[in-house]
């Protein structure tokens, strides 16, 4: 029997988590969470290197992700490797997740805002809208799925859902002391980022987490939009 995590992360690549939520991961593990990622896609096509195969950039990429995990101490990650910029709203793509949810049981399940307007990247958007319909009403209704009931899979009611990359973000999660584990995780990330000692990078996102922290009583934040689900 799977062990449940109090927080699954579904994200669209390799890096996601970390660009989105890093330092609230960070804050979670030390809070005693235990944080799992899923990661749909395995970010073949993320390069502008033309000596780069696609084969080799996904496995660069997974190697990437895990090194970033360790760092932030989540304790697991599940790769889909769904092809990049391939994911599609299907009903075999949301009872992965489905099936994800009841094994793992998290109270919290973070992943994309699929309501940005105008310019996204369509994996993100994908995404954030398959875990929405996952999370419910198809994880919690008992008749959803009929097989995984038969596989032990019983269903299971998320209490929150944490949309990150929203146009509308209502909650500041407060990273003031996990942000250099953030930048750390990101520095793992070199297939994306590139030379890890440019310090412009942290310079850029301190400005970003303290512009989201604007109005708050800490220095540094990721803003989230924060759903409760009460049903």
């Keep these: 029997m799977t062990k449940p995590a109090q927080v699954m992360l ?15 991961t960070a804050r979670w593990v030390r809070e005693g969470k235990d944080v799992v990622d899923v990661v749909c896609t395995n970010g073949n096509k993320g390069t502008s290197d033309i000596n780069m195969k696609s084969e080799e950039l996904a496995k660069i990429r997974e190697q990437e992700q895990l090194a970033a995990a360790k760092v932030l101490g989540v304790r697991e990650v599940i790769f889909l490797r769904h092809p990049d910029q391939g994911l599609e709203d299907t009903p ?24 940005r307007r105008y310019i996204g990247h369509r994996d993100h958007r994908i995404t954030g809208q ?4 996952a999370i419910f009403p198809s994880a919690r209704d008992l008749l959803a ?3 995984l ?3 032990g899979l019983q269903p299971h009611k998320v209490k929150e859902v944490w949309l990150t990359g929203s146009e509308e ?5 407060d990273i ?25 990078l942290e310079e850029r996102m301190r400005e970003r987490c303290r512009t989201a922290a604007q109005g708050e009583s800490f220095e540094l934040a990721e803003a989230f939009h924060r759903v409760e689900i009460l049903r």
């Design 149 to 151: 009931l038969e596989q």
């Design 130 to 133: 398959v875990t929405l319909d």
């Design 176 to 200: 003031t002391d996990t942000f250099g584990l953030k930048i750390a995780a990101i520095r793992c990330h070199k297939s994306q980022i590139g030379d890890h000692s440019n310090p412009t």
């Design 92 to 115: 075999e793509f949301r009872k992965e997740i489905v099936r994800l949810i009841r094994m793992y049981r998290p109270d919290i399940v973070l992943t994309h805002d699929p309501y």
């Design 145 to 147: 799925y009929p097989d």
């Design 10 to 24: 579904v994200m669209a690549h390799p890096d996601d988590p970390e660009f989105g939520a890093a330092g609230t």
């Design 169 to 173: 973000p209502d909650y500041c999660s």
